[in-house]
């Protein structure tokens, strides 16, 4: 049987939104795993990662797609930390008694905002990385055709304006002794003539039969200036024999000027010059592009769940350990803000529900024989100096005022007010 109160006693539950919590006898109060938020960390943060990821490297409607998702993962959390201080500023509870609930309820919305808006970031960096450096590269040199057995010696440049990929005859290499140089910024950019033998000779009798040098090995920070020295792409290694189209536009215009200084140093010609990378195997680097890619990719997706699920169960445990300490506690349960009431329930379901419950709870609790509908007197100065120490209720919540009005109704009277039925708390 409970004990019943005194009408000042129910004056001071009611007027300061003290949360009890009622536990039966022997029960454990101890924190408890919460599964369901550990694993909401982990779906949310790598959905976030995925999609942003997507977003920069997926074809244009699935592109618009992923960044709906990533816009409506954002929003969601956004509206709930939303929902969440705005039942804090409604309802008052912005004084130093409710620190601790504050923290202790706002503490998944907030980390799970952050996060969200973390894996977003990380993951738009990372989609940007792979398109960049593998996808965008290689879908531009798909677009370009493949040559084989290509001899600088007879085949002007003019005629594989499209080159992608080249396969270079045998005993063709870059002459690494006469290269060209262009200094600019604090960085250096290389060039070295692809030839027969791999040598640039004076006058014309191993000129190229087109009269133009045409076919360049680039590179950037791989040479002294004058270049003498080139060592740009696998130029260490003897069975690199083709090159990949040099895709940098942006250094276009330096490599431009660099051959400009190889063309005064040696007196030569290049009417149609083609910029490439000098590698080994031309289409065995460029389908390994796409293989790299696959490869990052799924490893960034386990990563991303993996990570999100390891943050949540620290974040779950930091929380445990800081309740079990008093450090941050559940006192007060707070009252959906006024107009949002069935968001509050979506969105912060578990303090909407618990919020209901200690209402229903504390309208079942017995009244005494001592009673009065009216208060007694003194009694409203002991109220103001209570409400400035814990604050006042919002009079606009209309769930508050439905509890309110029910306990302190007359015994036998019906249950309800404040346009809400008593039975919504149940």
């Not at 941050?328 to 912060?348: C, K, N, S």
Request: aromatic share 14%.
């Amino acid at each position: 049987m409970g004990i019943p109160l005194t009408n000042d006693e129910y004056s001071m539950v009611f007027s300061n939104h003290f949360g009890l919590h009622f536990r039966g006898k022997g029960k454990s109060s101890a924190p408890e795993n919460d599964y369901a938020l550990i694993l909401t960390c982990a779906i949310q943060c790598s959905f976030a990662f995925i999609f942003s990821m997507l977003a920069c490297i997926a074809p244009f409607p699935l592109t618009l797609l992923c960044g709906i998702c990533v816009v409506l993962i954002l929003f969601f959390r956004v509206l709930t930390t939303g929902v969440f201080f705005w039942a804090v500023i409604a309802g008052r509870y912005t004084r130093r008694f409710y620190a601790t609930s504050v923290v202790f309820w706002g503490w998944w919305p907030c980390w799970l905002l952050l996060l969200s808006f973390t894996s977003t970031v990380l993951g738009l960096l990372i989609g940007n990385y792979f398109w960049s450096q593998l996808l965008g590269p290689y879908y531009e040199l798909k677009g370009l055709q493949m040559y084989k057995d290509i001899n600088p010696h007879n085949i002007p440049g003019e005629r594989v304006q499209d080159a992608g990929l080249v396969d270079f005859t045998q005993f063709v290499e870059p002459d690494r002794n006469k290269g060209g140089c262009f200094m600019d910024k604090g960085n250096t950019y290389c060039i070295s003539p692809i030839v027969l033998n791999g040598e640039v000779t004076n006058g014309l009798a191993s000129a190229p039969r087109t009269g133009s040098y045409d076919y360049f090995a680039v590179g950037i920070n791989c040479c002294s200036c004058p270049n003498r020295d080139f060592q740009c792409g696998d130029w260490r290694n003897p069975l690199a024999d083709g090159g990949i189209r040099s895709l940098d536009h942006k250094s276009r215009p330096q490599y431009n000027l660099a051959l400009d200084d190889w063309r005064a140093s040696y007196g030569k010609t290049a009417k149609h010059p083609l910029f490439f990378e000098w590698v080994q195997g031309p289409e065995w680097v460029w389908k390994g592009m796409w293989n790299r890619f696959l490869q990052l990719f799924w490893l960034s997706v386990a990563a991303a769940f993996s990570i999100g699920l390891s943050i949540g169960f620290l974040l779950d445990k930091f929380q445990q350990v800081l309740w079990a300490h008093d450090v941050i506690t559940p006192r007060a349960v707070f009252a959906p803000g006024p107009g949002a009431e069935y968001l509050t329930l979506l969105l912060l379901p578990k303090m909407f529900l618990r919020y209901n419950e200690e209402q229903g709870e504390i309208a079942d609790m017995p009244v005494g024989d001592e009673w009065r509908e009216q208060r007694g007197p003194g009694s409203a100065g002991d109220d103001k100096a209570l409400a400035q120490e814990y604050g006042a209720m919002s009079g606009g919540n209309r769930m508050a005022m439905g509890a309110m009005n029910s306990v302190l109704a007359p015994p036998g009277s019906t249950m309800g007010g404040g346009g809400m039925r008593g039975a919504a708390f149940y």
